[in-house]
């Protein structure tokens, strides 16, 4: 069982390929939907009046458990607005409203609290570090956070890190927190925080992880259609730690760490291919399964005699 608590929101997205208004959105729920595919998960995070059952029923559909939701009465959902330019690697924010965000103190439910892993999804760092403390008996917890929280609320973001298994950031992010301009130094000094396992997120490029046995780079599946990157990144943990938490990892050692990479980056893959979770949620495990044999043929080379 895999729990997570982040950003359950509407999103307004535009980018160079159309707009959409108040989308089903938020780092909880990119992460839980492609999390699905490989193992339970549960969502923690509060939500509006405004959050009705046609939300609810996206995640049942992917048998997501929900009673850690909580509705707030007269309260209005977490609200992002954002554009792309055609750079799609840098998301611009236009307007974040944390309304629920703002009062919430995180109760976990007995199911919620006794999960294995667990994935503290972008959001104030004390709330993660609130959820982390109730998950005392999880064997894997991660963290992801952004650009935001490293300027206003650092110390406890620190602090939150420091409480981890795995850190994962966008590479410019993992910068700003270390102050550190080279990938490789600033990983390891994530690394001396206190997480084992990092893992940097370089958009459209792929990610890299950081690990004790060295360093592995996954590239990001090339398509020639990308319509809105908004959740890739949470797609591609959601990928990797429902991978680790599923049935078919067991010690999660370097070979394990190295096939959840690929299965990350085949969930952010399908994510951009259309706006929001439209893509992920007629998604189907033979589609995922068919582009990890692509990604094995895409970075498979021999070596000259
Ligand atoms: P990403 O995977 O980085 O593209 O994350 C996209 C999601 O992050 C969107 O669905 C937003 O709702 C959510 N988001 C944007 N800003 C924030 C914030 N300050 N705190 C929490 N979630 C956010």
Redo the contacts with the bound molecule.
């Keep these: 069982m895999l729990t997570v608590v982040?950003?359950i929101?509407?999103?307004s997205?535009r980018t160079p390929f159309g707009e959409r208004e108040r989308m089903l959105?938020?780092?909880a729920?990119?992460?839980a939907l492609a999390a699905s595919f490989f193992t339970d998960v549960g969502v923690v995070g509060p939500v509006g009046d405004d959050f009705g059952d046609a939300e609810l029923d996206v995640l049942r559909e992917r048998g997501i458990a929900t009673g850690d939701i909580e509705r707030v009465e007269g309260g209005k959902t977490?609200?992002?607005r954002?554009h792309y330019e055609h750079d799609m690697n840098v998301?611009h924010?236009d307007d974040?409203q944390?309304n629920v965000?703002g009062e919430f103190v995180p109760k976990l439910s007995e199911a919620s609290r006794s999960a294995d892993a667990v994935f503290l999804?972008?959001?104030?760092p004390e709330l993660q570090r609130g959820v982390r403390a109730q998950c005392d008996g999880a064997r894997l917890v991660a963290l992801?956070s952004?650009n935001?929280?490293i300027e206003t609320a650092k110390d406890s973001l620190l602090g939150a890190i420091g409480e981890v298994d795995c850190l994962l950031l966008?590479d410019a992010e993992l910068r700003m927190l270390t102050a550190e301009p080279n990938l490789a130094r600033a990983a390891r000094a994530a690394m001396e925080i206190g997480p084992g396992i990092v893992v940097a997120?370089r958009g459209e490029y792929g990610a890299v992880l950081f690990s004790p046995e060295g360093f592995f780079a996954i590239p990001g599946y090339l398509l020639e259609e990308v319509r809105d990157?908004?959740?890739?990144?949470?797609?591609?943990?959601g990928g990797f730690l429902g991978y680790l938490d599923g049935a078919e990892a067991h010690d999660g050692g370097e070979r394990e760490l190295r096939r959840a990479m690929a299965y990350g980056s085949v969930l952010a893959s399908f994510?951009v291919e259309d706006f929001?979770t439209e893509r992920v949620q007629r998604l189907t495990r033979g589609e995922i399964d068919e582009r990890l044999a692509a990604f094995k043929r895409l970075t498979h080379f021999e070596e000259g005699d």
Excluded: Y
């Design positions: 982040g950003s929101a509407f999103d997205v959105g938020g780092s729920i990119h992460f977490f609200f992002w954002g998301a924010t974040t944390l965000f999804g972008n959001i104030q992801d952004m935001l929280w966008n997120k990157p908004t959740g890739a990144g949470d797609s591609f943990a994510n929001g």
